[in-house]
Protein backbone atom coordinates (compact mmCIF):
# COMPACT_ATOMS: atom_id res chain seq x y z
CA UNK A 1 0.00 0.00 0.00
CA UNK A 2 1.22 3.54 -0.77
CA UNK A 3 1.25 6.89 1.60
CA UNK A 4 -1.45 8.18 -1.43
CA UNK A 5 -3.72 4.92 -0.66
CA UNK A 6 -3.36 3.34 -4.34
CA UNK A 7 -1.72 -0.43 -4.21
CA UNK A 8 1.89 -1.19 -5.22
CA UNK A 9 2.64 -3.52 -8.03
CA UNK A 10 5.81 -4.47 -8.90
CA UNK A 11 7.16 -3.78 -12.28
CA UNK A 12 9.83 -5.81 -14.15
CA UNK A 13 11.70 -3.05 -15.31
CA UNK A 14 12.22 -3.72 -19.52
CA UNK A 15 15.89 -4.63 -20.41
CA UNK A 16 16.75 -3.14 -24.14
CA UNK A 17 17.25 -5.28 -26.83
CA UNK A 18 19.99 -3.07 -28.18
CA UNK A 19 19.60 0.68 -28.79
CA UNK A 20 16.94 3.04 -28.51
CA UNK A 21 15.50 5.11 -31.02
CA UNK A 22 12.65 7.20 -30.25
CA UNK A 23 10.77 10.91 -29.93
CA UNK A 24 9.24 10.95 -26.61
CA UNK A 25 7.01 14.53 -26.08
CA UNK A 26 7.49 15.17 -22.66
CA UNK A 27 4.43 16.73 -20.56
CA UNK A 28 4.75 20.19 -18.32
CA UNK A 29 6.97 21.28 -16.08
CA UNK A 30 6.35 20.64 -12.45
CA UNK A 31 7.97 24.08 -11.34
CA UNK A 32 6.45 25.83 -13.81
CA UNK A 33 3.05 24.69 -13.44
CA UNK A 34 3.08 25.13 -9.77
CA UNK A 35 4.81 28.63 -9.59
CA UNK A 36 2.34 29.55 -12.33
CA UNK A 37 -0.51 28.06 -10.29
CA UNK A 38 0.08 29.91 -7.13
CA UNK A 39 0.73 33.46 -9.18
CA UNK A 40 -2.47 32.88 -10.93
CA UNK A 41 -4.17 32.54 -7.93
CA UNK A 42 -2.40 35.58 -5.90
CA UNK A 43 -3.57 37.44 -9.88
CA UNK A 44 -6.07 40.43 -10.13
CA UNK A 45 -7.82 38.66 -12.93
CA UNK A 46 -8.04 35.75 -14.41
CA UNK A 47 -5.51 33.52 -16.01
CA UNK A 48 -4.82 31.27 -18.62
CA UNK A 49 -2.16 28.33 -18.31
CA UNK A 50 -1.47 26.35 -21.50
CA UNK A 51 0.17 22.73 -21.41
CA UNK A 52 -0.06 22.92 -17.78
CA UNK A 53 1.54 19.36 -15.64
CA UNK A 54 -1.15 16.92 -14.60
CA UNK A 55 0.52 14.95 -12.04
CA UNK A 56 -0.09 14.22 -8.63
CA UNK A 57 2.19 17.20 -7.55
CA UNK A 58 0.06 19.67 -9.70
CA UNK A 59 -3.46 18.25 -8.73
CA UNK A 60 -2.72 18.57 -5.00
CA UNK A 61 -1.14 22.16 -5.73
CA UNK A 62 -4.27 23.08 -7.76
CA UNK A 63 -6.73 21.41 -4.84
CA UNK A 64 -4.97 23.26 -2.22
CA UNK A 65 -5.79 26.53 -4.09
CA UNK A 66 -9.14 25.68 -4.90
CA UNK A 67 -9.48 24.93 -1.13
CA UNK A 68 -8.72 28.70 -0.33
CA UNK A 69 -11.47 29.86 -3.23
CA UNK A 70 -9.91 29.87 -6.57
CA UNK A 71 -11.49 28.68 -9.36
CA UNK A 72 -9.55 26.29 -11.12
CA UNK A 73 -11.10 24.77 -14.17
CA UNK A 74 -9.83 22.81 -17.43
CA UNK A 75 -10.62 24.10 -20.75
CA UNK A 76 -11.62 22.08 -23.63
CA UNK A 77 -7.92 22.45 -25.18
CA UNK A 78 -6.39 20.73 -21.95
CA UNK A 79 -4.90 24.44 -20.16
CA UNK A 80 -5.97 25.07 -16.83
CA UNK A 81 -7.94 28.31 -16.41
CA UNK A 82 -7.81 30.29 -13.22
CA UNK A 83 -10.17 32.17 -11.77
CA UNK A 84 -8.64 34.34 -8.59
CA UNK A 85 -11.44 35.13 -5.59
CA UNK A 86 -10.76 36.18 -2.22
CA UNK A 87 -8.50 34.16 -0.31
CA UNK A 88 -10.31 32.44 2.80
CA UNK A 89 -10.47 29.32 4.96
CA UNK A 90 -11.26 26.92 6.82
CA UNK A 91 -9.33 25.04 4.48
CA UNK A 92 -7.42 21.44 4.70
CA UNK A 93 -4.48 21.45 2.48
CA UNK A 94 -3.51 18.08 1.80
CA UNK A 95 0.03 18.13 0.52
CA UNK A 96 1.23 14.64 -0.22
CA UNK A 97 4.81 14.39 -0.52
CA UNK A 98 5.34 17.77 -2.88
CA UNK A 99 7.63 20.35 -1.43
CA UNK A 100 6.51 22.92 -3.57
CA UNK A 101 2.80 22.66 -2.00
CA UNK A 102 4.07 22.32 1.57
CA UNK A 103 6.74 25.52 0.74
CA UNK A 104 5.03 27.29 -1.54
CA UNK A 105 1.09 27.40 0.22
CA UNK A 106 1.63 28.69 3.69
CA UNK A 107 2.36 32.33 2.40
CA UNK A 108 -0.96 31.92 0.55
CA UNK A 109 -2.77 30.72 3.15
CA UNK A 110 -1.31 33.23 5.22
CA UNK A 111 -3.26 35.91 3.06
CA UNK A 112 -6.62 34.06 3.83
CA UNK A 113 -9.11 35.18 6.22
CA UNK A 114 -9.63 32.05 8.24
CA UNK A 115 -8.07 28.67 9.37
CA UNK A 116 -5.98 26.75 7.49
CA UNK A 117 -5.10 23.34 8.38
CA UNK A 118 -1.81 21.56 6.40
CA UNK A 119 -0.85 17.50 6.29
CA UNK A 120 0.56 15.37 4.13
CA UNK A 121 2.57 11.68 3.88
CA UNK A 122 4.33 10.42 6.38
CA UNK A 123 7.83 11.21 4.67
CA UNK A 124 6.61 14.63 4.35
CA UNK A 125 6.21 15.58 7.55
CA UNK A 126 9.97 14.44 8.25
CA UNK A 127 11.07 17.14 5.09
CA UNK A 128 12.25 20.27 6.13
CA UNK A 129 9.66 23.36 6.39
CA UNK A 130 10.16 24.95 9.95
CA UNK A 131 12.55 27.49 8.35
CA UNK A 132 9.14 28.59 6.33
CA UNK A 133 7.01 28.67 9.15
CA UNK A 134 8.87 30.82 11.59
CA UNK A 135 9.24 33.39 8.92
CA UNK A 136 5.86 33.84 8.25
CA UNK A 137 5.70 34.28 12.12
CA UNK A 138 8.27 37.10 12.16
CA UNK A 139 5.97 38.48 9.34
CA UNK A 140 3.25 38.64 11.05
CA UNK A 141 1.81 35.23 10.39
CA UNK A 142 -0.14 33.81 13.36
CA UNK A 143 1.02 29.97 12.95
CA UNK A 144 1.10 26.84 14.47
CA UNK A 145 2.85 23.91 14.16
CA UNK A 146 7.10 23.60 13.24
CA UNK A 147 6.54 20.76 11.02
CA UNK A 148 3.73 18.98 8.95
CA UNK A 149 0.27 18.74 10.25
CA UNK A 150 0.22 22.75 11.11
CA UNK A 151 -2.20 25.35 11.03
CA UNK A 152 -2.26 29.15 9.90
CA UNK A 153 -4.90 31.03 11.20
CA UNK A 154 -5.52 34.30 8.64
CA UNK A 155 -7.00 37.39 8.80
CA UNK A 156 -6.98 38.16 5.42
CA UNK A 157 -3.53 40.34 5.71
CA UNK A 158 -0.09 39.81 6.20
CA UNK A 159 2.46 42.92 6.97
CA UNK A 160 5.78 41.20 5.50
CA UNK A 161 8.97 43.12 5.47
CA UNK A 162 12.03 42.27 6.18
CA UNK A 163 13.31 38.62 7.38
CA UNK A 164 16.51 36.89 7.63
CA UNK A 165 16.36 32.86 7.00
CA UNK A 166 18.79 29.78 6.52
CA UNK A 167 17.75 28.27 3.34
CA UNK A 168 20.67 25.84 2.92
CA UNK A 169 18.54 23.15 3.11
CA UNK A 170 15.84 24.28 0.52
CA UNK A 171 15.76 26.96 -2.35
CA UNK A 172 11.80 26.15 -2.05
CA UNK A 173 11.69 27.77 1.47
CA UNK A 174 12.96 31.82 -0.41
CA UNK A 175 11.03 30.50 -3.60
CA UNK A 176 7.71 30.47 -2.13
CA UNK A 177 7.93 33.36 0.19
CA UNK A 178 9.06 35.20 -3.10
CA UNK A 179 5.45 33.83 -4.78
CA UNK A 180 2.80 35.51 -2.14
CA UNK A 181 5.26 38.32 -1.46
CA UNK A 182 3.67 41.57 -3.53
CA UNK A 183 0.49 40.82 -1.80
CA UNK A 184 1.99 41.23 1.78
CA UNK A 185 1.86 44.88 2.66
CA UNK A 186 5.05 45.68 2.73
CA UNK A 187 6.22 42.96 0.34
CA UNK A 188 9.38 41.34 1.45
CA UNK A 189 12.73 41.89 2.05
CA UNK A 190 14.91 38.07 2.50
CA UNK A 191 18.25 38.01 3.78
CA UNK A 192 19.85 34.12 3.38
CA UNK A 193 22.46 33.59 6.16
CA UNK A 194 24.02 30.14 6.52
CA UNK A 195 25.54 27.78 4.36
CA UNK A 196 25.52 27.86 0.43
CA UNK A 197 21.61 27.79 -0.98
CA UNK A 198 20.73 25.02 -3.33
CA UNK A 199 19.13 24.88 -6.18
CA UNK A 200 19.17 28.38 -7.22
CA UNK A 201 18.50 28.18 -10.77
CA UNK A 202 15.24 28.13 -9.04
CA UNK A 203 15.50 30.64 -7.29
CA UNK A 204 15.98 32.57 -10.60
CA UNK A 205 13.01 30.80 -12.00
CA UNK A 206 10.82 32.09 -9.71
CA UNK A 207 12.34 35.46 -9.80
CA UNK A 208 11.82 35.70 -13.56
CA UNK A 209 8.57 34.56 -13.11
CA UNK A 210 7.34 36.96 -10.66
CA UNK A 211 8.64 39.88 -13.19
CA UNK A 212 6.38 38.19 -15.96
CA UNK A 213 3.38 38.59 -13.55
CA UNK A 214 4.35 42.43 -12.99
CA UNK A 215 5.83 42.13 -9.93
CA UNK A 216 8.65 44.60 -9.44
CA UNK A 217 12.05 42.09 -7.90
CA UNK A 218 15.37 42.94 -7.14
CA UNK A 219 17.50 39.92 -6.57
CA UNK A 220 20.98 41.98 -7.72
CA UNK A 221 22.46 41.45 -4.41
CA UNK A 222 23.68 38.06 -3.16
CA UNK A 223 21.34 35.98 -1.12
CA UNK A 224 19.21 38.68 -1.06
CA UNK A 225 15.90 39.12 -2.68
CA UNK A 226 13.62 41.74 -2.18
CA UNK A 227 9.63 42.44 -3.80
CA UNK A 228 7.78 45.62 -3.48
CA UNK A 229 3.88 45.19 -2.74
CA UNK A 230 2.09 45.44 -5.81
CA UNK A 231 -0.38 44.08 -7.72
CA UNK A 232 0.25 40.77 -9.54
CA UNK A 233 -0.68 40.60 -13.21
CA UNK A 234 -2.36 37.70 -15.02
CA UNK A 235 -0.47 35.09 -16.98
CA UNK A 236 -1.10 33.65 -20.27
CA UNK A 237 1.56 30.78 -20.21
CA UNK A 238 2.70 28.04 -22.38
CA UNK A 239 4.67 25.62 -20.18
CA UNK A 240 7.34 24.30 -21.11
CA UNK A 241 8.46 20.37 -21.45
CA UNK A 242 9.25 19.29 -18.10
CA UNK A 243 13.27 18.91 -18.59
CA UNK A 244 13.95 17.03 -15.41
CA UNK A 245 11.44 14.51 -16.32
CA UNK A 246 12.90 14.56 -20.25
CA UNK A 247 16.37 13.58 -18.15
CA UNK A 248 15.51 9.34 -17.64
CA UNK A 249 14.66 9.50 -21.66
CA UNK A 250 17.58 11.14 -22.80
CA UNK A 251 19.55 8.70 -20.34
CA UNK A 252 18.49 5.72 -22.10
CA UNK A 253 20.16 7.11 -25.47
CA UNK A 254 22.81 7.25 -22.92
CA UNK A 255 22.73 3.91 -21.66
CA UNK A 256 22.14 2.16 -24.78
CA UNK A 257 23.86 3.66 -27.77
CA UNK A 258 20.67 4.67 -28.75
CA UNK A 259 19.08 7.97 -29.94
CA UNK A 260 16.49 10.12 -28.26
CA UNK A 261 14.64 13.17 -29.06
CA UNK A 262 12.81 15.24 -27.02
CA UNK A 263 10.73 17.54 -28.99
CA UNK A 264 10.28 21.14 -28.14
CA UNK A 265 13.63 21.66 -25.98
CA UNK A 266 13.73 25.52 -25.34
CA UNK A 267 16.37 27.33 -26.77
CA UNK A 268 16.76 29.62 -23.59
CA UNK A 269 14.81 28.57 -20.36
CA UNK A 270 15.20 28.86 -16.38
CA UNK A 271 14.53 25.43 -15.65
CA UNK A 272 17.28 23.28 -13.56
CA UNK A 273 16.74 20.13 -15.76
CA UNK A 274 18.70 21.78 -18.72
CA UNK A 275 21.71 21.11 -17.30
CA UNK A 276 21.28 17.58 -18.62
CA UNK A 277 22.73 18.37 -21.79
CA UNK A 278 25.85 19.18 -20.18
CA UNK A 279 25.76 16.15 -18.10
CA UNK A 280 25.28 14.12 -21.02
CA UNK A 281 28.17 15.63 -23.33
CA UNK A 282 30.56 14.88 -20.11
CA UNK A 283 29.83 11.16 -19.94
CA UNK A 284 30.99 11.13 -23.97
CA UNK A 285 26.84 11.77 -25.58
CA UNK A 286 26.33 13.77 -28.52
CA UNK A 287 23.76 16.46 -28.63
CA UNK A 288 22.10 18.20 -31.28
CA UNK A 289 19.06 20.60 -30.53
CA UNK A 290 16.82 22.37 -33.45
CA UNK A 291 13.39 23.18 -34.54
CA UNK A 292 12.44 19.30 -34.06
CA UNK A 293 13.56 19.50 -30.22
CA UNK A 294 17.36 18.27 -28.34
CA UNK A 295 18.69 14.98 -29.78
CA UNK A 296 20.95 12.57 -27.74
CA UNK A 297 23.25 10.07 -28.92
CA UNK A 298 24.31 7.67 -26.71
CA UNK A 299 28.42 7.02 -27.00
CA UNK A 300 29.75 3.28 -27.33
CA UNK A 301 31.17 3.35 -23.27
CA UNK A 302 29.88 6.42 -20.72
CA UNK A 303 32.61 7.78 -19.20
CA UNK A 304 32.75 8.35 -15.42
CA UNK A 305 32.20 11.45 -14.14
CA UNK A 306 33.04 14.40 -11.60
CA UNK A 307 30.50 16.87 -10.76
CA UNK A 308 29.13 19.28 -8.55
CA UNK A 309 25.48 18.71 -8.72
CA UNK A 310 24.38 21.35 -5.69
CA UNK A 311 22.21 23.43 -8.97
CA UNK A 312 20.67 20.73 -10.15
CA UNK A 313 20.39 18.06 -7.10
CA UNK A 314 16.86 16.79 -9.10
CA UNK A 315 19.17 15.26 -11.68
CA UNK A 316 21.02 12.88 -9.19
CA UNK A 317 19.09 9.70 -9.31
CA UNK A 318 19.18 9.82 -13.16
CA UNK A 319 23.02 10.61 -13.05
CA UNK A 320 23.61 8.05 -10.34
CA UNK A 321 21.74 5.39 -12.46
CA UNK A 322 23.95 6.44 -15.71
CA UNK A 323 27.56 6.47 -13.68
CA UNK A 324 26.66 2.74 -12.18
CA UNK A 325 26.97 2.04 -16.06
CA UNK A 326 29.84 3.68 -17.00
CA UNK A 327 33.33 2.73 -17.88
CA UNK A 328 35.01 4.45 -14.50
CA UNK A 329 34.77 6.20 -11.38
CA UNK A 330 31.99 9.08 -10.96
CA UNK A 331 31.57 11.52 -8.48
CA UNK A 332 29.19 13.48 -7.03
CA UNK A 333 29.29 16.62 -4.77
CA UNK A 334 27.50 19.75 -3.28
CA UNK A 335 23.97 17.23 -3.06
CA UNK A 336 24.01 16.89 1.12
CA UNK A 337 20.32 18.34 0.91
CA UNK A 338 19.37 15.51 -0.77
CA UNK A 339 18.93 13.73 1.98
CA UNK A 340 15.79 16.07 2.69
CA UNK A 341 14.13 15.62 -0.78
CA UNK A 342 11.71 12.83 -1.23
CA UNK A 343 13.47 10.19 0.62
CA UNK A 344 17.41 10.69 1.53
CA UNK A 345 17.87 9.93 -1.93
CA UNK A 346 22.04 9.70 -0.98
CA UNK A 347 20.96 6.54 1.56
CA UNK A 348 18.44 5.24 -1.16
CA UNK A 349 20.95 5.11 -4.45
CA UNK A 350 23.83 3.66 -2.23
CA UNK A 351 21.82 0.97 -0.52
CA UNK A 352 19.71 -0.20 -3.88
CA UNK A 353 22.60 -0.03 -6.51
CA UNK A 354 24.58 -2.11 -3.50
CA UNK A 355 21.69 -4.48 -3.60
CA UNK A 356 22.35 -5.16 -7.49
CA UNK A 357 26.08 -5.68 -6.88
CA UNK A 358 27.56 -1.85 -7.15
CA UNK A 359 29.82 -0.02 -5.44
CA UNK A 360 28.32 2.93 -4.39
CA UNK A 361 29.76 5.31 -1.05
CA UNK A 362 28.16 8.14 0.62
CA UNK A 363 30.60 10.85 1.03
CA UNK A 364 29.57 13.73 2.97
CA UNK A 365 27.76 16.04 0.41
CA UNK A 366 27.70 13.38 -2.42
CA UNK A 367 28.48 10.06 -3.80
CA UNK A 368 31.44 7.83 -5.15
CA UNK A 369 30.20 5.63 -7.35
CA UNK A 370 32.68 2.88 -8.72
CA UNK A 371 30.83 0.71 -11.86
CA UNK A 372 30.62 -2.84 -11.21
CA UNK A 373 28.51 -5.85 -13.06
CA UNK A 374 25.09 -5.56 -11.80
CA UNK A 375 22.88 -8.31 -11.08
CA UNK A 376 18.88 -8.75 -10.96
CA UNK A 377 16.88 -7.87 -7.93
CA UNK A 378 13.90 -5.60 -6.35
CA UNK A 379 14.96 -2.00 -6.70
CA UNK A 380 12.84 -0.04 -3.68
CA UNK A 381 11.61 3.43 -4.76
CA UNK A 382 11.14 5.34 -1.55
CA UNK A 383 7.76 7.17 -2.64
CA UNK A 384 10.33 8.75 -4.47
CA UNK A 385 9.72 9.32 -8.32
CA UNK A 386 13.26 10.10 -9.65
CA UNK A 387 14.21 6.93 -7.34
CA UNK A 388 11.55 4.40 -9.28
CA UNK A 389 13.18 6.10 -13.33
CA UNK A 390 16.51 5.26 -11.82
CA UNK A 391 15.77 1.99 -11.24
CA UNK A 392 14.28 1.61 -14.79
CA UNK A 393 17.47 2.94 -16.63
CA UNK A 394 19.41 0.27 -14.91
CA UNK A 395 16.84 -2.19 -16.17
CA UNK A 396 18.08 -1.33 -19.57
CA UNK A 397 20.86 -2.94 -19.39
CA UNK A 398 20.69 -5.21 -15.97
CA UNK A 399 18.21 -8.38 -16.68
CA UNK A 400 15.55 -8.76 -13.93
CA UNK A 401 15.34 -5.93 -12.29
CA UNK A 402 11.74 -4.89 -10.79
CA UNK A 403 10.79 -2.04 -9.88
CA UNK A 404 9.20 -2.05 -6.12
CA UNK A 405 6.64 0.93 -6.71
CA UNK A 406 6.67 2.26 -10.27
CA UNK A 407 3.62 4.26 -9.33
CA UNK A 408 4.96 6.29 -7.12
CA UNK A 409 6.37 8.23 -10.33
CA UNK A 410 2.84 9.59 -10.66
CA UNK A 411 4.27 12.29 -8.20
CA UNK A 412 5.42 13.97 -11.86
CA UNK A 413 4.62 11.88 -14.85
CA UNK A 414 1.76 9.16 -14.51
CA UNK A 415 2.83 8.32 -18.02
CA UNK A 416 5.90 7.34 -17.03
CA UNK A 417 5.59 3.39 -17.56
CA UNK A 418 3.52 3.24 -20.70
CA UNK A 419 6.12 6.48 -22.58
CA UNK A 420 8.94 4.02 -21.19
CA UNK A 421 7.27 0.74 -22.91
CA UNK A 422 6.86 3.39 -26.46
CA UNK A 423 10.15 3.95 -26.00
CA UNK A 424 11.48 0.25 -26.23
CA UNK A 425 9.53 -0.71 -28.88
CA UNK A 426 11.92 1.13 -30.77
CA UNK A 427 15.38 -0.81 -29.52
CA UNK A 428 17.11 -2.39 -32.76
O1 LIG B 1 11.28 25.11 -6.63
C1 LIG B 1 11.21 24.05 -7.25
O2 LIG B 1 10.37 23.85 -8.14
C2 LIG B 1 12.18 22.98 -6.91
C3 LIG B 1 13.32 23.29 -6.21
C4 LIG B 1 14.34 22.28 -5.85
O3 LIG B 1 14.18 22.01 -4.47
P1 LIG B 1 15.39 22.03 -3.38
O4 LIG B 1 15.97 23.39 -3.37
O5 LIG B 1 14.71 21.66 -2.12
O6 LIG B 1 16.38 21.00 -3.85
C5 LIG B 1 14.18 21.01 -6.67
O7 LIG B 1 15.01 20.00 -6.18
C6 LIG B 1 12.73 20.56 -6.68
O8 LIG B 1 12.58 19.39 -7.42
C7 LIG B 1 11.86 21.61 -7.34
C1 LIG C 1 12.96 17.28 -4.97
C2 LIG C 1 11.90 17.09 -5.78
O1 LIG C 1 10.61 17.42 -5.49
P1 LIG C 1 9.89 18.40 -4.47
O2 LIG C 1 9.27 19.47 -5.32
O3 LIG C 1 8.87 17.57 -3.78
O4 LIG C 1 10.95 18.94 -3.53
C3 LIG C 1 12.08 16.46 -7.11
O5 LIG C 1 11.10 16.48 -7.89
O6 LIG C 1 13.15 15.92 -7.42
Redesign the pocket.
Known sequence: MRDDGTMTQPWPAPTARGAVHATIPVPGS??LT?RALVLAALAQEPSILRGPLRSRDTELMASALRALGTGIEDTPAGAWSVRPAPLRGPAQIDCGLA??VMRFVPPVASLARGHVAFDGDPRARQRPLNTVLDALRALGADVHGSALPFEIRGTGALAGGEVTIDASA???FV?GLLLSAARFERGITIRHQGAAV??LP?IDMTVAMLRTAGIDVDDQQQNTWRVLPGPVDRLDLDIEPDLSNAAPFLAAAAATAGQVTVPGWPEHTTQAGDAMRGILEKMGAQLHRDSSGLTVTGPDELGGVDLDLHDV??LTPTVTALAALAGGRSRLRGIA?LRG?ETDRLAALQREINALGGAVEQTEDGLLIDPRPLHGGTWHSYADHRMATAGAILGLRVPEVTVADIATTGKTLPDFPDMWATMLESAV
Do not use: C, I, L, R
Request: net charge neutral; hydrophobic share 0%.
Open positions: KSNGTSSQSPSHGEHH
